[in-house]
């Protein structure tokens, strides 16, 4: 068996791929040596870890008019302990808002009545100098994103950034939500929206159960179009 092979290049016998090792097998570069790469890293199949330091894209899910965007018990598990998604240029089909759900039994029920707090303000930039909106419930049917007291335009585009802490955590623990974002109202102006929420117990909602199943939904109408990217945070 040859312990060491010294070569200067190596090619496909055909075609322009070849596989390196079998299944399990692990390569390691090591300290003081560098990979250079000058074409792409395409890890759309696998996991790739430590190249930003955190993330890894798990799913990409193109909007076309659809009732909701969901991330089932496949994609949120316990592997991270935190999970980022970004509403990329997204739009509504009707004039409304847009609300995050959680399940603790892979979407066959969703938490409703009471089931959610959450916190948060938005600002438009028609309103005089320190005015904003704001909302606080400690017992939420929904944990409302963006278009709370002013509706998103479904004649604009929106972007959110959504973070997922710990949600498959069960126990005594806060499965908390941060989220921000910016959309137009029916006015046309601009609005930003900050927020946070848990899940809690009560109606349905998780409490200090695992939550494996989240859903992005409209409150009335549909998801018209955009990108929404899930991300896993090592």
Do not use: W
């Not at 969703?110 to 017992?139: E, H, K």
């Not at 929106?158 to 109202?185: A, C, H, M, Q």
């Not at 109606?203 to 955009?226: D, E, M, P």
């Amino acid at each position: 068996m040859t312990s060491e092979l010294k070569v200067d290049k190596i090619s496909p016998a055909s075609g322009t791929a070849f596989t390196l090792g079998d299944s399990g097998d692990t390569y390691t570069v090591p300290s003081g040596a560098t990979l250079s790469i000058a074409g792409t890293i395409n890890a759309s199949s696998g996991t790739a870890t430590g190249f930003d330091g955190t993330h890894v894209l798990l799913n990409t899910t193109t909007i076309s008019d659809q009732a909701n965007v969901t991330f089932d018990s496949s994609l949120i598990t316990s592997t991270y302990k935190k999970y980022v998604v970004e509403f990329i240029s997204c739009k509504l089909a009707s004039d409304t808002y847009m609300s995050l759900f959680g399940s603790t039994d892979n979407g066959s029920n969703y938490g409703t009545s009471a089931a959610y707090q959450t916190t948060g303000a938005i600002f438009t930039s028609d309103s005089s100098s320190n005015s904003l909106y704001t909302r606080n419930n400690n017992g939420a049917d929904d944990l409302t994103l963006i278009g709370n007291a002013v509706s998103v335009d479904n004649g604009y585009l929106f972007n959110l950034t959504v973070e997922i802490y710990d949600p498959t955590k069960s126990g005594s623990v806060e499965k908390g939500i941060l989220f921000r974002g910016f959309y137009n109202p029916p006015s046309g102006d601009m609005a930003g929206v900050y927020g946070a929420g848990t899940f809690r117990s009560g109606g349905g909602g998780a409490g200090s159960s695992a939550v494996n199943n989240i859903k992005f939904q409209a409150g009335t109408g549909n998801l018209a179009s955009g990108t929404v990217k899930l991300y896993g945070v090592q």
